[in-house]
């Protein structure tokens, strides 16, 4: 298609987008990019199958969100490595590590390098946004381990949670997300945040009671958790600016990888002892290397199902279901790992009823419709993107559907691609041959039956998103 001809359909589109009748934006975006395009010119078919009919993708979504919640929630686990006495920060940068692996060898499997490469060229301006959102994580993660350190990892895990509310704000803030929604829909959004403070502020007050010998540090672990649940809500923002461009997941988390190891060397510079000191402790963590990337390499795994999710089923339902994986994290903390085991009845019962309170307020946020006003705000929130960055809006709304264009070479390999596999599988056996199970008192059944489950989610949530969507 011809420059000249390109931008008539890009005018007729603007045209389409301003008469669209309320009946139809109550459409699935699918359906939506379809009117569009059709109420221009008509335009080839793609080279791939067509997406699933609206329901079964929104189904698809929503699996996605709680596959995410899964892998998200056993992702944490290594990190109870610190009882053995390793710096916190160090735990978190070997993470980063297997972040790293992961972040460039699934994308690489799963579409090539080629296919990354050709995304970031349509869309060079989220390249910097990527790199921010790595930093945001990088210190939001190295939160976490401060605060599994001094509260736990069952009370750690709800609280950072939060981050559901910050990305709810910064949804309705930057992106119009909310506006114009029905009562019905403000309050069960406003409803689901109550709950999810309340939890927040149960939990608080069962970690400081816990922890009344140390209360300093068990303040110090609230803090730090509630400050990775701030961060990484913001982390969403530029999440929300790739899905709106149409931009695939595999391709954004490639370049988050650059943040998220130089923020974490910038850190690793400034704290006390500097770099040698972080070598140190590299070099005396070697034995247990080897979980701490595979932890890294789980949570790669859960926020991949995660930003499926969301480019499926929006922000304002992807987050709070993949949050589910406070159950899972409060799984392996109680069953596997014995927190709280003693502490009082009383106590652990309100801990379950405090985590049941946040989960409840996240499904209650998951369940509020979209309005025909409020699909015509994100209708509009991606022609602004569009004009902010010159992309073409017809090709966008393809883009953002899974039909990805030139898809011609998706499947292409290149030999560095073999060579980026060969190297990550080789980092992972060398970091494997002498490893040590933790010295940690570990209930090894339940942890066997959580790892099945990981599996079959995995098998069963892959398999339906290439059989659906190619991973688009």
């Not at 079964?56 to 892998?71: K, N, P, S, V």
């Not at 790293?100 to 390098?113: D, H, Q």
């Not at 990305?167 to 109550?194: M, N, Q, T, Y």
């Not at 309170?357 to 209708?379: H, P």
Request: proline share 5%; net charge positive; aromatic share 10%.
């Amino acid at each position: 298609m011809g420059q000249k001809f390109g931008g008539c359909l890009q005018r007729e589109i603007r045209k389409s987008i301003a008469s669209i009748r309320p009946e139809d934006t109550l459409m699935q975006p699918y359906q939506r990019s379809e009117l569009l395009i059709s109420n221009s010119v008509p335009t080839p078919e793609p080279a791939r199958t067509s997406l699933p009919v609206p329901q079964i993708r929104h189904r698809l979504g929503t699996l996605c969100a709680f596959a995410a919640g899964a892998w998200l929630g056993a992702a944490e686990a290594p990190a109870r490595l610190v009882a053995s006495g390793f710096r916190p920060f160090a735990i978190s940068f070997c993470m980063v590590l297997g972040v790293f692996l992961a972040r460039w060898t699934l994308p690489v499997a799963m579409k090539g390098t080629e296919s990354v490469l050709r995304d970031l060229r349509q869309r060079p301006h989220l390249i910097l946004w990527a790199i921010l959102a790595g930093a945001l994580w990088s210190v939001a993660n190295t939160l976490t381990i401060f605060a599994i350190r001094d509260v736990g990892l069952a009370i750690a895990f709800p609280l950072w949670n939060t981050n559901t509310l910050v990305g709810i704000f910064w949804g309705w803030a930057l992106f119009h997300e909310l506006r114009g929604a029905s009562a019905g829909s403000w309050a069960k959004v406003l409803g689901g945040a109550g709950a999810i403070v309340l939890g927040s502020v149960l939990l608080s007050a069962i970690s400081i009671h816990t922890f009344a010998g140390t209360p300093g540090r068990a303040l110090n672990g609230v803090v730090a958790a509630l400050g990775a649940g701030l961060l990484w809500g913001t982390m969403y923002v530029p999440y929300r600016k790739a899905y709106l461009t149409g931009m695939n997941p595999l391709s954004f988390v490639t370049i988050f990888t650059f943040g998220e190891v130089g923020t974490m060397l910038g850190l690793a510079a400034a704290l006390p002892g500097g770099i040698p000191s972080l070598w140190l402790d590299l070099h005396a963590m070697r034995p247990w290397l080897f979980w701490l990337l595979l932890g890294g390499f789980c949570w790669v795994i859960g926020d991949l199902f995660q930003q499926y999710a969301t480019k499926y089923v929006g922000i304002s339902r992807a987050i709070p279901l993949s949050n589910t994986n406070q159950l899972w994290g409060f799984a392996w903390g109680v069953l596997v790992f014995g927190e709280l085991s003693h502490t009082q009845g009383s106590a652990r019962l309100l801990a379950l009823a405090a985590s049941g309170v946040m989960i409840a307020g996240a499904m209650l946020i998951a369940g509020a419709g979209v309005s025909a006003a409020e699909s015509a705000s994100c209708m509009r929130a991606v022609e602004r993107e569009c004009n902010r960055y010159n992309l073409d809006l017809a090709q966008t709304l393809r883009a953002q559907d899974g039909l990805e264009s030139d898809s011609g070479g998706a499947g292409a390999r290149r030999w560095w691609d073999y060579l980026i596999l060969i190297a990550a599988v080789g980092v992972f056996a060398w970091s494997a041959v002498g490893v040590r199970i933790p010295r940690l008192t570990m209930q090894f059944p339940p942890a066997l039956a959580l790892i099945a489950i990981l599996i079959a989610v995995l098998v069963v949530c892959g398999w339906m998103l290439w059989k659906k969507t190619r991973f688009a």
